[in-house]
């Protein structure tokens, strides 16, 4: 190992320890702080009787400006409870340790003393909402991206993450959308435009489940989400069990004016070779917002910027 190598895994070690201490006097006086092994921690938070439960990434934490879990202060700012499970590295949540701590807070009967809870995920985070939401009947989910499963034949389909078919997905908390009976109004958010992403989203089929597509957004659909500046009132709605399809469709126009989404439409129609397509995208957002690039790429199909 070089030097470098040696003071960069120093410099990870010490913010580790410092966010742990953090948490750990954070919840000194109310909630608890605890390692679920050697890769999971859970937080709780006790602020009142409404209760947000997020799954987040520790690295993300480690390199926000905040250096909290991104859940804290979200739900701070409204006066919630807050339950994060925290994950190093790409574990999906199947875990053991976080299996039995569920199973704690069932034996316990903490999700009771709430009048309201809302799991919330995205990619990884978004299959353990799901997963774990049985733990609290009557809870409100929604999840972002998240996979039904990556166990076995009946998803050959999806080759995005093959590390991920070494975890167990079949003992327990296993297949996400079974996991969801009992749950209250279930929104699962995924972008239709692709293929795996429309796949898993087909097996979330029970009629409490509502599916929306994001379309064009990838597997950065939380990113984008934030960036419009449409996440926090998509959650807020979803706690209150009023997340539909209609209140989605009229917070998602926020994308008419999000450029990473535009340059997705506009890159998407050309490569399809739909030139007059394009050239309506390009005056549609020219008329509405300062777009050099759109106006750019208007001049070069109309053939105005030649000489």
């Known amino acids: 190992m070089t030097d470098i190598d040696s003071s960069s895994e120093t410099a990870v070690s010490a913010a580790r320890a410092a966010l742990f201490e953090r948490l750990e006097d954070l919840t000194a006086e109310e909630g608890h702080f605890e390692a679920l092994g050697a890769r999971h921690w859970a937080l709780f938070e006790d602020a009142g009787t409404t209760l947000f439960v997020t799954f987040e990434q520790l690295d993300p934490i480690l390199s926000s400006e905040a250096g909290m879990p991104w859940g804290h ?148 659909i939380e990113w984008g989400l934030r960036n419009m500046g449409i996440l926090a009132q998509l959650i807020d709605l979803a706690m209150d069990g009023k997340l539909t399809r209609q209140a989605f469709a009229l917070a998602w126009r926020k994308r008419r004016a999000f450029s990473p989404y535009l340059r997705s439409l506009l890159d998407r129609v050309e490569n399809a070779r739909k030139r007059d397509r394009a050239i309506a995208i390009c005056r549609s957002v020219t008329r509405r917002l300062k777009a050099p690039h759109f106006a750019r790429r208007l001049a070069k199909l109309t053939g105005e910027g030649q000489a």
């Open 73 to 220: 202060g979200f739900a701070r700012e409204r006066g919630w409870s807050h339950l994060c499970l925290i994950a190093d590295g790409d574990s999906h949540y199947r875990d053991e340790t976080v299996y039995r701590h569920f199973d704690r807070l069932v034996d316990d009967a903490f999700f009771e003393d709430f009048d309201r809870v809302l799991f919330y995920g995205h990619g990884h985070g978004g299959h353990a909402a799901c997963a774990f939401a049985v733990t609290a009947p009557g809870a409100q989910v929604l999840a972002i991206s998240p996979r039904a499963t990556l166990a076995g034949p009946e998803v050959a389909w999806d080759r995005r993450d093959l590390a991920a078919r070494r975890l167990d997905f079949t003992s327990r908390y296993g297949y996400a959308p079974d996991m969801l009976e009992g749950a209250g109004n279930v929104v699962v958010i995924h972008d239709l435009t692709l293929r795996e992403e429309a796949m898993h989203a087909a097996l979330f089929r029970a009629p409490w489940v509502t599916r929306l597509n994001a379309p064009l957004m990838g597997e950065r």
